[in-house]
């Protein structure tokens, strides 16, 4: 029985003897809930000893998975309500993630916020169906970004499907992601830059040409010979589906000094949408000079 259906018997093969011990194959082809019980009577009429029954699954077929509503590299600047669809029919459990980066706040998990849990329902056969309407969120600045949404669902025969949707909410012009290397500096304290300083731009639409200022400041004076600011292009990346990526690269030569550091960035796309850091700029220190001792009071011989 598969899902409550009767399927066709498995194919027998011949029998093949040797001596008293005969043989035969039975080949399970088709995905059921096989129930196996064996009878065996010899020429004089004796009986074999009753074996006990087997009750087993035959699943080769993976689960069934969708989500719409999204696609992969998509910008959404409108109402975002992502669908997640999925059954097995022999169902075990889901695995859901949905995650935010903007600026420094990078791969934020809010699966438990905006998901929460998704129904699923089981029948007696143990087919299991589950589904999922994301509701749109507000439409508050906050909430742009780029979403991550991972859904995998697995069935008792250890098979499993995932699928991974990537998109963008651009309500208010451009998202801003910080390196990873660049996010580690905020507010911080360090004795000279490391790793690679970056900042890539999404957006819905394309920027507006010399629309984007990068700025950089140390004790609040622009850094003389910005080479990042000489070095910015606003060169638009390949892409796959219909976002806008823009990378920003920063020159360690531009943080030599000691000093309060901080990076604004503004810009303006084709919508009219204008976007800036301006409210929660990058800061950080810069402090490479080892403290001097000048002299110790209050010491008698």
Not at 66 to 79: A, D, F, L, Q, R
Not at 256 to 262: P, W
Request: proline share 3%; charged share 25%.
């Amino acid at each position: 029985i598969n899902a409550g259906i009767q399927v066709t018997y498995p194919t027998i093969s011949a029998w093949s003897s040797n001596g008293d011990v005969h043989r035969a194959t039975l080949t399970f082809s088709k995905d059921a809930l096989y129930t196996l019980d064996v009878e065996y009577e010899d020429l004089a009429s004796n009986k074999a000893n009753d074996i006990t029954e087997e009750r087993f699954t035959v699943d080769t077929t993976d689960p069934e998975l969708t989500i719409t509503g999204v696609k992969n590299e998509m910008p959404y600047s409108g109402e975002v309500r992502p669908r997640i669809d999925f059954s097995d029919n022999n169902y075990d459990r889901y695995e859901v993630s949905l995650t935010r980066t903007e600026r420094e706040n990078v791969i934020v998990d809010i699966t438990e916020e905006i998901i929460g849990i998704i129904g699923v329902a089981i029948d007696g056969t143990g087919r299991g169906v589950g589904g999922k309407l994301i509701e749109d969120m507000e439409h508050l600045e906050e909430n742009d970004g780029i979403y991550t949404l991972t859904v995998t669902i697995y069935d008792k025969a250890g098979r499993s499907m995932e699928k991974t949707v990537v998109y963008s909410v651009n309500r208010f012009g451009s998202v801003y992601v910080y390196s990873k290397d660049l996010a580690a500096m905020l507010k911080g304290y360090h004795k000279a830059p490391k790793g690679n300083l970056y900042i890539t731009v999404y957006n819905a639409d394309q920027l507006m040409e010399n629309s984007t200022k990068l700025e950089i400041t140390c004790d609040g004076a622009a850094v003389a010979n910005q080479r990042s600011l000489s070095d910015v292009r606003a060169a638009l990346q390949p892409n796959h589906g219909g976002w806008f990526e823009y990378k920003f690269e920063l020159d360690h030569a531009d943080f030599a000094n000691d000093g309060r550091y901080k990076i604004t960035i503004s810009d303006k796309d084709e919508a009219g949408n204008t976007r800036t850091n301006s409210e929660n700029p990058i800061e950080f220190y810069i402090d490479a000079t080892a403290p001097v001792l000048d002299s110790v009071i209050g010491m008698e011989e």
